[in-house]
């Protein structure tokens, strides 16, 4: 089983992302941990997790302009979606299943963190966006138009 421990290669030098994502870190070795009896827990934690992390990330593209937008959403949604129906094969007695998406998981988000979600942090360092408030501080630097 691959597993995955948080180090400065997926620090991405924005506090908000850092932080969910060595959260994203932490539960995935929670789940890769994991007895037969406490999975499901775990992997249900990890999914309510990337739900408001992947939610996070995705307003943040809205509220910037930010260019890859799509194709950053549609794999938030795509991890997703497999997540859950790992779920609801884990609930019907699939454990070896729901173990694997565990070790894909932890290959899959450096990946993803290292370029999709680095070219995110650096266009919103770039736009002086603001998690906090919504506010794009430096709008001039945003993109005309999205790609949608």
Known sequence: MHTLQWSD???????????????????LACAAQAGDSQLMAAWEALIEHTQDHFDREDRWMADTGFSATHCHTTQHKVVLQV?????????????ALVRQMVSEL?????????????????HVRRVGYDPATGQVLMPEAAPACADG
């Open 106 to 122: 932890a290959l899959w988000f450096p990946q993803h963190a290292q370029s999709m979600d680095a070219a995110l942090a650096l």
């Open 9 to 27: 290669a997926l620090s991405l030098d924005l506090p908000l992302m850092d932080g969910t994502h060595r959260e994203f870190v932490d539960l």
């Open 83 to 95: 997540m859950r129906e790992g779920a609801r094969r884990g609930w019907g007695g699939d454990l």
